[in-house]
């Protein structure tokens, strides 16, 4: 009987040892899984950083904004403060303000290869980490697929700016020919986004953009048949 008590007691000993051992490996785990959180909350700050609000929608930035806010309280219930958890009320401004309208839009648009490249490798993180969320996150995927699709029009809203600055700078030229293969190319691309109403109106502007150069054009051929 006591022997049986004794391998009851090793038995219980050896199971409680293991699930220790166990929780402590959940707990580390968990603890690294909020540190790559903080991490990538201020790798995003940064990216907002570099974006003009023409290529952040407000929408999209108050999504995000709301999910890091939610990713601070886990890292403080967590018991764990770094950089990043210290932005909660620079955030909770931010979102108040942008929320309420008293928050001063800055649409300045690309206006150097060196400005193009910034913007699109900050959208390219943003998409990255919006896809991520798509994986056993309580948030709604419907609108997270909703946000997703509106950075890849202010992605392509990038490449459509940048096309229009070199083409201007071809006219500038008297470059007519190559100004508008590029105002082309730039409504084709807005052309893909012609479900939202922003991508219409650009690309409603981009027609009237390449109706002029192609007046010009035939102004010029018929000046050179004279």
């Given amino acids: 009987m006591l022997g049986f008590i004794a391998i009851l007691v090793t038995i219980a000993v050896s199971g409680l040892f293991f699930f220790v051992r166990w929780k402590q490996k959940q ?6 899984l909020l540190e790559r959180l903080s991490s990538r909350g201020e790798k995003m700050l940064h990216a907002f950083s570099m974006l003009s609000d023409r290529y952040f929608l407000k929408e999209t930035k108050l999504f995000l904004i709301e999910y890091l806010l939610s990713v601070i309280q886990q890292l403080k219930r967590a018991g764990i403060n770094t950089e990043f958890t210290y932005e909660q009320y620079n955030l909770t401004k931010l979102y108040s303000e942008i929320a309420s309208g008293k928050n001063v839009s800055e649409k300045r648009r690309v206006n150097s290869q060196v400005e193009f490249e910034q913007t699109q490798g900050a ?16 948030m709604s995927r419907v609108m997270i697929r909703h946000h ?4 890849r029009f202010t992605y392509s809203l990038a490449y459509r700016d940048h096309l229009v600055s070199q083409a201007k700078q071809d006219l500038e030229h008297e470059r007519r020919s190559r100004a508008l293969e590029k105002y082309r190319l730039a409504l084709t691309v807005m052309d893909k986004h012609s479900t939202l109403g922003l991508a219409r109106k650009e690309s409603s502007r981009l027609q009237n953009m390449i109706l002029d150069v192609e007046e010009a054009l035939l102004d010029k051929k018929e000046e050179n048949q004279e």
């Avoid at 707990?27 to 690294?32: A, F, G, Q, T």
């Fill in 148 to 151: 997703i699709g509106l950075v």
């Fill in 27 to 32: 707990d580390e785990l968990r603890k690294r």
């Fill in 123 to 138: 959208l390219q993180f943003i998409l990255k980490e919006l896809r991520s969320l798509l994986d056993g996150n309580s």
